[in-house]
């Protein structure tokens, strides 16, 4: 994967539709979500026309206060999942990366004012459609050993959310890059609903 990666979302769209694009423009991965679904259950597309699924995301539990979002391939193969820290994510997000009950990797927020400051401004009439250019929430991405993989900041735009990935210097394995892109995506879907 060409760094820095964008993912992409319209602010007022219904169903949430999620672009990831690397560094060149190339879409990596897309997701529409359907809307007003009680569990959790996301599809991962290689194209906008949603013709060529790659991988499934699902909850384990209808309300997502510490639920645990199983990652698979299309042919039922468990890459791995993603779990929300429950009681600690209530102030900072923090989450999870497991791979058969063992944890490879936190991710977590920086600075939770900004993101509080983020969504309280976002729900002020015409103040809120430029909340995206003033305040940017940062999340990083550890590996178990405590070494940096990746950071997150959410980008100045209008009307959409754009957050960038930049990859730090900690080596990944292809398949550990893969479940970090696919639960980092995840996150931001979560995320995108907290504020």
């Not at 990666?5 to 990831?20: C, D, E, G």
């Not at 080596?171 to 479940?179: A, T």
């Amino acid at each position: 994967m060409s760094y820095p990666l964008t993912i992409r979302f319209k602010i007022l769209a219904i169903a949430r539709q999620i672009s990831v694009e690397d560094a060149t423009g190339q879409l990596l991965l897309y997701v529409k979500q359907k809307a007003f679904k009680l569990k959790e259950a996301v599809t991962v597309f290689a194209d906008r026309e949603q013709t060529r699924p790659l991988y499934e995301i699902n909850a384990d539990r209808v309300i997502d206060f510490n639920a645990a979002y199983r990652i698979t391939d299309m042919q039922g193969a468990e890459l791995g999942s993603i779990r929300q820290q429950g009681m600690r994510s209530i102030w900072r997000a923090r989450f999870d990366i497991v791979r058969n009950d063992q944890v490879l990797f936190q991710i977590s927020e920086e600075n939770p004012w900004t993101k509080m400051a983020d969504s309280f401004l976002g729900e002020i009439p015409v103040i809120g459609l430029l909340s995206g250019y003033l305040l940017h929430p940062r999340y990083l991405i550890t590996a178990a050993g405590g070494n940096p993989v990746i950071q997150i900041e959410k980008q100045p735009a209008f009307l959409e959310g754009v957050f960038r990935f930049e990859r730090l210097g900690t080596p990944l394995s292809p398949d550990d890059e893969r479940l970090v892109l696919l639960s980092s995506l995840m996150m931001v879907l979560l995320e995108r609903r907290r504020g």
